[in-house]
């Protein structure tokens, strides 16, 4: 079933079943901005844009802050 999921549904999905989550996210909100910053930036890609320089730097950042608190 979570291939047929939008990306942004992923914090629905946590936020419904924090129980499994909340040993490795910092809260739903912390999660929701991460998710929402990578899905405007996933939403360019996947309508044929390109991103600048700071957008590219930003999605990195996001997701150094996603591994350091999650894991890989």
Same mark, same amino acid.
């Given at each position: 079933m979570i291939n047929y999921i939008e990306f942004g549904d992923l914090v629905s999905i946590m936020q419904q079943n924090f129980e499994l989550f909340e040993v490795y996210i910092v809260s739903i909100d912390?999660?929701?901005? @991460?998710?929402?910053?990578? /899905?405007?930036? $996933?939403?360019? @890609?996947?309508?044929?844009? /390109?991103?600048? $320089?700071?957008? @590219?730097?930003?999605?990195g950042t996001n997701i150094r802050d996603w591994v350091s608190q999650v894991g890989n």
């Open positions: 912390w999660a929701r901005q @991460i998710i929402q910053t990578l /899905e405007r930036s $996933r939403n360019v @890609i996947m309508h044929s844009g /390109e991103l600048g $320089r700071k957008d @590219i730097e930003r999605i």
